[in-house]
C-alpha cells in the first residue's frame, strides 16, 4: 500500500469526522479521504486552479476538520507523465 494511503488510513482512524486531502502543487488535489460522507459538494469547483480552496470552504462550512498529506504532482493530461521520475530496474 502507498505510504501516502497509510498515511491517510491513519489520519481517518484517530477521527471518522475529518477530511484527508492530499494537495497537489498545482492548487487542486490527488487524494480526497474521508470514513463518512461529505456534505455540500456541489459547491465546489473540482476543474480548476481553485478546486483545493472550494474544496475547503465547503469542509468549513460543513464543520469537517481537515487534515494534509505532503503535497504531490498529480497527473491531469497525458503530457504530465513527462514529468514524473522513470524508474529503472534493479537488473
Not at 8 to 37: C, I, K, N, S, T
Not at 51 to 76: G, H, I, M, V, Y
Not at 79 to 85: A, T, Y
Amino acid at each position: 500500500m502507498p505510504s501516502v494511503v497509510r498515511k491517510a488510513l491513519e489520519l481517518l482512524a484517530q477521527d471518522e469526522d475529518q477530511v484527508v486531502l492530499g494537495p497537489a502543487r498545482d492548487g487542486g488535489v490527488y487524494l480526497v479521504a474521508a470514513a463518512r460522507p461529505i456534505e455540500d459538494l456541489e459547491s465546489v469547483n473540482w476543474c480548476g486552479w481553485g478546486t483545493r480552496q472550494s474544496l475547503r470552504r465547503a469542509l468549513r462550512r460543513a464543520k469537517r476538520p481537515l487534515a494534509l498529506l505532503a503535497p504531490l504532482e498529480n497527473l491531469d493530461r497525458p503530457c504530465d507523465l513527462d514529468r514524473r521520475p522513470r524508474r529503472t530496474s534493479g537488473a
